[in-house]
Protein backbone atom coordinates (compact mmCIF):
# COMPACT_ATOMS: atom_id res chain seq x y z
CA UNK A 1 0.00 0.00 0.00
CA UNK A 2 1.46 3.36 -0.86
CA UNK A 3 2.26 5.46 1.65
CA UNK A 4 -0.35 8.12 0.07
CA UNK A 5 -3.19 5.42 0.39
CA UNK A 6 -2.12 5.08 4.62
CA UNK A 7 -2.72 8.45 5.17
CA UNK A 8 -5.75 8.20 3.06
CA UNK A 9 -6.92 5.92 5.35
CA UNK A 10 -6.45 7.14 8.47
CA UNK A 11 -8.05 9.69 10.62
CA UNK A 12 -5.35 12.13 10.36
CA UNK A 13 -5.44 12.64 6.56
CA UNK A 14 -5.76 15.86 6.53
CA UNK A 15 -3.20 16.98 9.06
CA UNK A 16 -0.77 14.62 7.58
CA UNK A 17 -1.48 16.03 3.91
CA UNK A 18 -1.19 19.36 5.24
CA UNK A 19 2.48 18.17 6.58
CA UNK A 20 3.68 17.08 3.48
CA UNK A 21 2.89 19.76 1.47
CA UNK A 22 4.41 21.97 4.31
CA UNK A 23 7.64 19.40 3.97
CA UNK A 24 7.61 19.77 0.65
CA UNK A 25 7.19 23.77 0.60
CA UNK A 26 10.52 24.32 2.48
CA UNK A 27 12.30 21.70 0.51
CA UNK A 28 11.79 23.85 -2.80
CA UNK A 29 9.73 26.66 -2.24
CA UNK A 30 6.47 24.91 -3.90
CA UNK A 31 4.15 22.02 -3.49
CA UNK A 32 2.10 19.76 -5.51
CA UNK A 33 -1.46 18.85 -4.26
CA UNK A 34 -3.29 17.22 -7.40
CA UNK A 35 -6.41 17.23 -5.07
CA UNK A 36 -6.27 21.15 -4.38
CA UNK A 37 -9.41 22.61 -5.74
CA UNK A 38 -7.37 25.81 -6.77
CA UNK A 39 -5.38 23.69 -9.33
CA UNK A 40 -8.57 21.96 -10.68
CA UNK A 41 -9.69 25.09 -11.19
CA UNK A 42 -6.25 26.38 -13.02
CA UNK A 43 -3.42 24.04 -12.81
CA UNK A 44 -1.35 26.46 -14.91
CA UNK A 45 0.21 29.16 -12.17
CA UNK A 46 1.31 26.14 -10.02
CA UNK A 47 3.36 24.26 -13.08
CA UNK A 48 4.92 27.77 -13.82
CA UNK A 49 6.46 27.99 -10.41
CA UNK A 50 7.18 24.43 -10.17
CA UNK A 51 8.72 24.75 -13.43
CA UNK A 52 10.76 27.96 -12.59
CA UNK A 53 11.74 26.98 -8.89
CA UNK A 54 11.84 22.95 -9.01
CA UNK A 55 11.79 21.41 -12.63
CA UNK A 56 12.62 17.87 -10.82
CA UNK A 57 10.15 18.05 -7.75
CA UNK A 58 9.96 15.66 -5.04
CA UNK A 59 6.59 14.69 -4.50
CA UNK A 60 5.80 13.88 -0.56
CA UNK A 61 2.43 12.88 -1.02
CA UNK A 62 3.38 9.80 -3.39
CA UNK A 63 6.93 8.26 -3.48
CA UNK A 64 7.41 10.44 -6.97
CA UNK A 65 8.97 13.25 -9.26
CA UNK A 66 7.45 15.72 -10.75
CA UNK A 67 8.49 17.05 -13.75
CA UNK A 68 7.36 19.88 -15.70
CA UNK A 69 9.87 21.21 -18.63
CA UNK A 70 9.22 19.87 -21.40
CA UNK A 71 12.96 18.78 -22.21
CA UNK A 72 12.83 16.69 -19.14
CA UNK A 73 9.39 15.43 -19.96
CA UNK A 74 10.31 14.45 -23.56
CA UNK A 75 13.16 12.74 -22.44
CA UNK A 76 12.06 10.71 -20.04
CA UNK A 77 8.92 9.32 -22.43
CA UNK A 78 11.09 8.87 -25.27
CA UNK A 79 13.00 6.84 -22.79
CA UNK A 80 11.50 3.65 -22.16
CA UNK A 81 14.89 1.74 -21.28
CA UNK A 82 15.29 3.95 -18.06
CA UNK A 83 11.84 4.58 -17.72
CA UNK A 84 9.29 1.80 -17.99
CA UNK A 85 5.29 1.65 -17.53
CA UNK A 86 5.33 -1.88 -16.33
CA UNK A 87 4.62 -1.45 -12.49
CA UNK A 88 2.92 1.96 -12.46
CA UNK A 89 -0.86 0.83 -12.79
CA UNK A 90 -3.14 1.35 -9.59
CA UNK A 91 -3.61 -2.35 -9.06
CA UNK A 92 -7.42 -2.05 -9.63
CA UNK A 93 -7.47 -4.49 -12.24
CA UNK A 94 -5.44 -7.54 -12.72
CA UNK A 95 -4.99 -7.39 -16.33
CA UNK A 96 -2.73 -5.25 -17.91
CA UNK A 97 -3.13 -3.33 -21.37
CA UNK A 98 -0.99 -2.18 -23.80
CA UNK A 99 -0.54 1.31 -22.13
CA UNK A 100 1.49 -0.47 -19.20
CA UNK A 101 3.43 -2.73 -20.58
CA UNK A 102 7.19 -2.09 -21.40
CA UNK A 103 8.93 -3.77 -24.49
CA UNK A 104 9.47 -6.24 -26.48
CA UNK A 105 5.59 -7.36 -25.59
CA UNK A 106 4.24 -3.68 -25.59
CA UNK A 107 5.30 -3.81 -29.82
CA UNK A 108 3.88 -7.00 -29.85
CA UNK A 109 0.27 -5.80 -28.49
CA UNK A 110 0.53 -2.58 -30.11
CA UNK A 111 1.05 -4.03 -33.30
CA UNK A 112 -1.85 -6.68 -33.09
CA UNK A 113 -4.49 -3.31 -31.91
CA UNK A 114 -3.08 -1.24 -34.39
CA UNK A 115 -4.97 -3.50 -37.14
CA UNK A 116 -8.14 -1.73 -35.78
CA UNK A 117 -6.34 1.69 -36.22
CA UNK A 118 -5.12 1.79 -39.71
CA UNK A 119 -5.00 5.02 -41.44
CA UNK A 120 -7.51 3.92 -44.30
CA UNK A 121 -9.96 2.62 -41.40
CA UNK A 122 -10.25 5.96 -39.72
CA UNK A 123 -10.15 8.05 -42.45
CA UNK A 124 -13.55 5.75 -44.00
CA UNK A 125 -15.10 6.83 -40.78
CA UNK A 126 -15.08 11.06 -41.46
CA UNK A 127 -18.76 10.99 -43.47
CA UNK A 128 -20.06 8.52 -40.27
CA UNK A 129 -18.50 11.36 -37.82
CA UNK A 130 -20.56 14.13 -39.56
CA UNK A 131 -23.84 12.96 -40.06
CA UNK A 132 -23.91 12.23 -36.14
CA UNK A 133 -22.31 15.68 -35.64
CA UNK A 134 -25.05 17.15 -37.79
CA UNK A 135 -27.89 14.51 -35.56
CA UNK A 136 -26.10 15.72 -32.41
CA UNK A 137 -26.43 19.36 -33.35
CA UNK A 138 -29.22 19.61 -34.84
CA UNK A 139 -31.27 18.38 -31.62
CA UNK A 140 -29.83 21.85 -29.78
CA UNK A 141 -30.38 24.11 -32.95
CA UNK A 142 -32.95 26.78 -31.90
CA UNK A 143 -32.35 26.19 -28.11
CA UNK A 144 -31.94 29.70 -26.05
CA UNK A 145 -29.26 27.49 -23.74
CA UNK A 146 -27.77 24.39 -24.06
CA UNK A 147 -24.67 22.25 -22.56
CA UNK A 148 -22.06 21.70 -25.24
CA UNK A 149 -20.81 18.67 -23.15
CA UNK A 150 -23.89 16.78 -23.21
CA UNK A 151 -25.20 18.38 -25.96
CA UNK A 152 -21.95 17.11 -28.20
CA UNK A 153 -18.42 16.56 -26.62
CA UNK A 154 -20.25 13.93 -24.39
CA UNK A 155 -21.90 11.62 -26.94
CA UNK A 156 -19.99 11.65 -30.71
CA UNK A 157 -16.68 9.75 -29.32
CA UNK A 158 -18.58 7.60 -27.30
CA UNK A 159 -21.11 6.86 -30.40
CA UNK A 160 -17.64 6.52 -32.66
CA UNK A 161 -16.31 3.82 -30.80
CA UNK A 162 -19.33 2.00 -29.90
CA UNK A 163 -20.31 1.83 -33.77
CA UNK A 164 -15.89 1.60 -34.16
CA UNK A 165 -16.69 -1.89 -31.47
CA UNK A 166 -19.61 -3.10 -33.32
CA UNK A 167 -21.86 -2.28 -30.31
CA UNK A 168 -25.24 -2.11 -31.37
CA UNK A 169 -27.54 1.00 -30.22
CA UNK A 170 -29.94 -0.58 -28.05
CA UNK A 171 -26.78 -1.51 -25.54
CA UNK A 172 -25.73 2.37 -26.68
CA UNK A 173 -26.97 3.28 -22.78
CA UNK A 174 -25.02 0.93 -21.57
CA UNK A 175 -22.14 1.49 -23.08
CA UNK A 176 -22.27 4.98 -21.73
CA UNK A 177 -22.54 4.31 -18.77
CA UNK A 178 -19.40 1.80 -18.45
CA UNK A 179 -17.33 4.48 -19.87
CA UNK A 180 -18.47 6.92 -17.75
CA UNK A 181 -17.17 4.73 -14.81
CA UNK A 182 -14.45 2.73 -16.29
CA UNK A 183 -12.02 5.98 -17.39
CA UNK A 184 -11.63 6.52 -13.55
CA UNK A 185 -8.89 3.95 -14.25
CA UNK A 186 -6.33 6.43 -14.94
CA UNK A 187 -6.57 8.38 -11.73
CA UNK A 188 -4.06 7.19 -9.02
CA UNK A 189 -6.19 8.71 -5.84
CA UNK A 190 -9.84 6.47 -6.44
CA UNK A 191 -11.27 6.09 -2.92
CA UNK A 192 -12.44 2.54 -2.07
CA UNK A 193 -16.34 3.09 -3.35
CA UNK A 194 -14.89 4.42 -6.52
CA UNK A 195 -12.50 1.67 -6.67
CA UNK A 196 -15.53 -0.79 -6.38
CA UNK A 197 -17.93 0.92 -9.01
CA UNK A 198 -14.60 0.65 -11.15
CA UNK A 199 -14.27 -2.92 -10.48
CA UNK A 200 -18.13 -3.65 -11.50
CA UNK A 201 -18.10 -2.11 -14.47
CA UNK A 202 -15.19 -3.54 -15.58
CA UNK A 203 -16.23 -6.71 -14.80
CA UNK A 204 -19.36 -6.07 -17.17
CA UNK A 205 -17.45 -4.66 -20.08
CA UNK A 206 -15.36 -8.02 -19.99
CA UNK A 207 -18.50 -9.97 -20.03
CA UNK A 208 -20.27 -8.21 -22.69
CA UNK A 209 -16.99 -7.94 -24.75
CA UNK A 210 -15.97 -11.39 -24.41
CA UNK A 211 -19.90 -12.50 -25.79
CA UNK A 212 -19.08 -9.84 -28.75
CA UNK A 213 -15.43 -11.44 -29.73
CA UNK A 214 -17.12 -15.28 -29.31
CA UNK A 215 -19.86 -13.54 -31.98
CA UNK A 216 -16.92 -12.11 -34.14
CA UNK A 217 -15.00 -15.37 -34.11
CA UNK A 218 -17.67 -16.98 -35.70
CA UNK A 219 -19.19 -14.43 -37.98
CA UNK A 220 -16.21 -11.22 -38.51
CA UNK A 221 -18.05 -8.37 -39.45
CA UNK A 222 -16.76 -4.87 -40.42
CA UNK A 223 -15.73 -3.81 -37.24
CA UNK A 224 -13.22 -3.01 -34.56
CA UNK A 225 -13.23 -6.13 -32.49
CA UNK A 226 -13.25 -8.62 -35.58
CA UNK A 227 -10.28 -7.05 -36.54
CA UNK A 228 -8.85 -7.59 -33.18
CA UNK A 229 -9.89 -11.31 -33.11
CA UNK A 230 -8.96 -12.02 -36.34
CA UNK A 231 -5.63 -9.86 -35.89
CA UNK A 232 -2.30 -11.85 -36.32
CA UNK A 233 1.08 -10.85 -36.57
CA UNK A 234 4.12 -13.42 -36.73
CA UNK A 235 1.40 -16.24 -36.10
CA UNK A 236 0.88 -15.14 -32.83
CA UNK A 237 -3.05 -13.77 -31.53
CA UNK A 238 -4.39 -11.83 -28.91
CA UNK A 239 -5.21 -13.70 -25.98
CA UNK A 240 -8.66 -13.59 -24.67
CA UNK A 241 -7.65 -11.74 -21.21
CA UNK A 242 -4.88 -9.07 -23.87
CA UNK A 243 -8.38 -9.01 -26.24
CA UNK A 244 -10.38 -7.79 -23.06
CA UNK A 245 -8.35 -5.56 -21.93
CA UNK A 246 -7.06 -3.47 -24.81
CA UNK A 247 -10.80 -3.07 -25.90
CA UNK A 248 -11.66 -1.61 -22.40
CA UNK A 249 -8.39 0.23 -22.96
CA UNK A 250 -10.00 1.70 -26.40
CA UNK A 251 -13.03 2.71 -24.64
CA UNK A 252 -10.82 4.47 -21.70
CA UNK A 253 -8.59 6.03 -23.75
CA UNK A 254 -10.87 7.03 -26.38
CA UNK A 255 -13.91 8.59 -25.07
CA UNK A 256 -13.33 11.56 -22.13
CA UNK A 257 -10.25 12.45 -23.67
CA UNK A 258 -12.01 13.25 -26.72
CA UNK A 259 -14.96 14.92 -24.92
CA UNK A 260 -12.01 17.19 -23.39
CA UNK A 261 -10.60 18.69 -26.59
CA UNK A 262 -13.86 19.46 -27.68
CA UNK A 263 -15.12 20.64 -24.26
CA UNK A 264 -11.67 22.47 -23.32
CA UNK A 265 -10.92 23.65 -26.87
CA UNK A 266 -14.67 25.25 -27.32
CA UNK A 267 -14.30 27.22 -23.65
CA UNK A 268 -11.01 28.04 -25.27
CA UNK A 269 -12.12 29.73 -28.29
CA UNK A 270 -15.06 31.18 -26.20
CA UNK A 271 -12.66 32.73 -24.12
CA UNK A 272 -10.08 34.54 -26.97
CA UNK A 273 -13.28 35.89 -29.30
CA UNK A 274 -10.60 37.24 -31.49
CA UNK A 275 -8.67 33.86 -31.93
CA UNK A 276 -12.25 32.68 -32.82
CA UNK A 277 -13.03 35.13 -35.54
CA UNK A 278 -9.80 34.16 -37.04
CA UNK A 279 -10.41 30.85 -37.12
CA UNK A 280 -14.12 31.37 -38.69
CA UNK A 281 -12.66 33.69 -41.43
CA UNK A 282 -9.86 31.03 -42.55
CA UNK A 283 -11.07 27.62 -41.49
CA UNK A 284 -7.76 26.34 -43.41
CA UNK A 285 -6.36 27.49 -39.82
CA UNK A 286 -7.96 24.76 -38.24
CA UNK A 287 -5.63 21.55 -38.40
CA UNK A 288 -2.91 23.84 -36.98
CA UNK A 289 -5.38 25.01 -33.98
CA UNK A 290 -6.72 21.83 -33.21
CA UNK A 291 -2.81 21.57 -32.12
CA UNK A 292 -3.25 24.73 -30.37
CA UNK A 293 -5.87 22.96 -28.22
CA UNK A 294 -4.53 20.27 -27.33
CA UNK A 295 -1.49 22.45 -26.31
CA UNK A 296 -3.19 24.94 -24.64
CA UNK A 297 -5.47 23.13 -22.23
CA UNK A 298 -4.21 19.36 -22.48
CA UNK A 299 -7.17 16.85 -22.35
CA UNK A 300 -4.77 14.64 -20.50
CA UNK A 301 -2.43 16.45 -17.82
CA UNK A 302 -0.39 13.42 -16.71
CA UNK A 303 1.61 10.96 -17.77
CA UNK A 304 3.79 8.75 -15.74
CA UNK A 305 6.39 6.14 -16.15
CA UNK A 306 8.84 4.09 -13.19
CA UNK A 307 12.35 4.66 -12.70
CA UNK A 308 14.01 1.19 -13.95
CA UNK A 309 18.00 2.34 -12.49
CA UNK A 310 19.20 5.12 -10.96
CA UNK A 311 18.99 7.82 -12.70
CA UNK A 312 20.46 11.57 -12.03
CA UNK A 313 18.35 14.75 -13.53
CA UNK A 314 19.58 17.99 -12.86
CA UNK A 315 21.42 17.00 -9.92
CA UNK A 316 18.05 14.73 -8.02
CA UNK A 317 18.87 11.25 -7.62
CA UNK A 318 15.96 9.18 -8.87
CA UNK A 319 16.02 5.63 -7.31
CA UNK A 320 14.60 2.36 -9.03
CA UNK A 321 10.83 1.81 -8.54
CA UNK A 322 9.81 5.48 -8.22
CA UNK A 323 7.81 6.84 -9.92
CA UNK A 324 8.41 9.46 -12.31
CA UNK A 325 5.05 12.09 -13.28
CA UNK A 326 5.51 14.19 -16.37
CA UNK A 327 3.14 16.99 -16.45
CA UNK A 328 2.21 17.45 -19.73
CA UNK A 329 0.19 20.32 -19.54
CA UNK A 330 2.67 21.99 -17.67
CA UNK A 331 5.60 21.06 -20.66
CA UNK A 332 2.87 22.03 -23.70
CA UNK A 333 3.06 25.74 -21.75
CA UNK A 334 7.25 25.71 -21.21
CA UNK A 335 7.93 29.32 -23.08
CA UNK A 336 11.52 28.06 -23.87
CA UNK A 337 9.72 25.84 -26.61
CA UNK A 338 6.70 27.85 -27.49
CA UNK A 339 7.08 31.76 -27.27
CA UNK A 340 4.46 33.46 -25.65
CA UNK A 341 3.37 30.16 -23.72
CA UNK A 342 0.18 31.08 -22.10
CA UNK A 343 -1.33 32.61 -24.91
CA UNK A 344 -3.54 30.84 -27.38
CA UNK A 345 -2.71 31.58 -30.61
CA UNK A 346 -4.74 29.85 -33.32
CA UNK A 347 -1.82 30.16 -36.34
CA UNK A 348 0.77 29.41 -34.21
CA UNK A 349 2.69 26.70 -36.27
CA UNK A 350 1.91 23.75 -35.60
CA UNK A 351 4.09 22.22 -33.00
CA UNK A 352 5.48 19.84 -31.06
CA UNK A 353 3.38 19.55 -28.21
CA UNK A 354 2.96 15.94 -26.21
CA UNK A 355 -0.58 15.98 -25.61
CA UNK A 356 -0.47 12.47 -27.24
CA UNK A 357 2.20 11.84 -25.01
CA UNK A 358 5.55 11.03 -26.71
CA UNK A 359 8.22 7.64 -28.07
CA UNK A 360 6.92 4.33 -28.17
CA UNK A 361 3.46 4.81 -26.06
CA UNK A 362 2.30 8.05 -28.60
CA UNK A 363 -1.19 7.93 -28.57
CA UNK A 364 -2.69 4.96 -31.29
CA UNK A 365 -5.69 6.98 -31.47
CA UNK A 366 -4.87 10.02 -32.17
CA UNK A 367 -5.54 10.25 -35.89
CA UNK A 368 -9.15 9.55 -34.96
CA UNK A 369 -9.11 12.52 -32.05
CA UNK A 370 -8.20 14.89 -34.42
CA UNK A 371 -10.51 13.50 -36.91
CA UNK A 372 -13.18 13.94 -34.52
CA UNK A 373 -12.32 17.18 -33.58
CA UNK A 374 -11.94 18.51 -36.88
CA UNK A 375 -15.11 17.54 -37.98
CA UNK A 376 -16.52 18.61 -34.82
CA UNK A 377 -15.43 22.30 -35.06
CA UNK A 378 -16.20 22.24 -38.58
CA UNK A 379 -19.82 21.61 -37.69
CA UNK A 380 -20.04 23.80 -34.43
CA UNK A 381 -17.81 26.87 -35.61
CA UNK A 382 -20.39 28.63 -37.84
CA UNK A 383 -22.90 27.83 -35.09
CA UNK A 384 -21.05 29.41 -32.57
CA UNK A 385 -21.89 32.87 -33.96
CA UNK A 386 -23.92 34.31 -31.83
CA UNK A 387 -23.55 32.09 -28.90
CA UNK A 388 -21.58 33.06 -25.21
CA UNK A 389 -20.94 31.08 -22.37
CA UNK A 390 -23.78 31.24 -20.14
CA UNK A 391 -22.30 30.42 -16.88
CA UNK A 392 -18.63 29.78 -15.49
CA UNK A 393 -18.01 26.01 -16.75
CA UNK A 394 -16.69 23.64 -13.65
CA UNK A 395 -13.91 21.08 -14.68
CA UNK A 396 -14.75 17.36 -12.96
CA UNK A 397 -12.84 16.35 -9.87
CA UNK A 398 -10.23 14.24 -11.89
CA UNK A 399 -6.04 14.29 -11.73
CA UNK A 400 -5.30 12.91 -14.71
CA UNK A 401 -7.55 14.15 -17.53
CA UNK A 402 -8.59 17.59 -17.58
CA UNK A 403 -12.01 18.58 -19.02
CA UNK A 404 -15.53 20.26 -18.14
CA UNK A 405 -18.41 18.97 -16.51
CA UNK A 406 -20.46 21.06 -18.42
CA UNK A 407 -20.35 23.80 -20.77
CA UNK A 408 -23.57 25.97 -21.03
CA UNK A 409 -23.96 28.26 -24.01
CA UNK A 410 -26.36 30.60 -24.55
CA UNK A 411 -27.93 32.96 -27.36
CA UNK A 412 -26.26 36.32 -27.37
C1 LIG B 1 -7.79 14.18 -27.65
C2 LIG B 1 -7.86 12.89 -27.47
C3 LIG B 1 -6.75 12.05 -26.92
C4 LIG B 1 -5.67 12.39 -26.15
C5 LIG B 1 -5.29 13.77 -25.64
C6 LIG B 1 -4.92 11.17 -25.89
C7 LIG B 1 -3.75 11.12 -25.17
C8 LIG B 1 -2.97 10.00 -25.02
C9 LIG B 1 -1.69 9.96 -24.36
C10 LIG B 1 -1.04 11.14 -23.66
C11 LIG B 1 -1.21 8.70 -24.45
C12 LIG B 1 0.14 8.19 -23.96
C13 LIG B 1 0.08 7.52 -22.62
C14 LIG B 1 1.45 7.10 -22.13
O1 LIG B 1 2.47 7.53 -22.68
O2 LIG B 1 1.51 6.37 -21.13
C15 LIG B 1 -2.20 7.92 -25.17
C16 LIG B 1 -2.09 6.57 -25.44
C17 LIG B 1 -3.09 5.84 -26.03
N1 LIG B 1 -4.25 6.32 -26.59
FE1 LIG B 1 -4.85 8.23 -26.65
N2 LIG B 1 -5.56 10.13 -26.50
C18 LIG B 1 -6.68 10.61 -27.14
C19 LIG B 1 -7.59 9.88 -27.89
C20 LIG B 1 -7.52 8.54 -28.10
C21 LIG B 1 -8.47 7.78 -28.89
C22 LIG B 1 -9.66 8.37 -29.64
C23 LIG B 1 -8.09 6.48 -28.80
C24 LIG B 1 -8.71 5.26 -29.41
C25 LIG B 1 -9.93 5.12 -29.77
C26 LIG B 1 -6.88 6.42 -28.01
C27 LIG B 1 -6.18 5.28 -27.73
C28 LIG B 1 -4.96 5.25 -27.10
C29 LIG B 1 -4.23 4.02 -26.86
C30 LIG B 1 -4.65 2.62 -27.26
C31 LIG B 1 -3.04 4.39 -26.19
C32 LIG B 1 -1.94 3.46 -25.71
C33 LIG B 1 -0.81 3.41 -26.68
C34 LIG B 1 0.36 2.57 -26.19
O3 LIG B 1 0.46 2.29 -24.99
O4 LIG B 1 1.18 2.21 -27.03
N3 LIG B 1 -6.57 7.68 -27.60
N4 LIG B 1 -3.25 8.74 -25.53
Known amino acids: MSLFRKIQDSLVRPLAMRALLTLERIESGVAYNP?????????????????????????RLQDAWVLTDYADVDMVLR??????????????????????????????????????????????????????????????SGKERFDLIAALAFP???????????????????????????????????????????????????????????????NPQDDLVSALVTAEVDSERLERDDL????????????????????????????HPHELEKLRDDMELLGGAIEELLRFDSPVQLDSRVARERVVLRGR??????????????ANRDPQVFTDADRMDVG??????????????????????????RVAFEELLPRLDGLRLAEEPRYRDQVTLRGLEFLWLESA
Open 35 to 59: LSPALRADPYPVYEALRRKDPVHRM
Open 79 to 140: DSRRFGNAGREFGYIPQVSMLDLDPPEHARIRGLVSHGFTPRSVAALEPRIRETVRTLLSSV
Open 156 to 218: LPVIVIAEMLGVPPEDRERFNEWSNVVSLIVDPLLNDEQVRQVQQAVSEVFTYFEAVAEERRR
Open 244 to 271: LVNLLLVLVAGNETTRNLIGNGTLALLR
Open 317 to 330: RIAPGQRVICILGA
Open 348 to 373: RPAGNHLAFGRGIHYCLGAPLARLEA
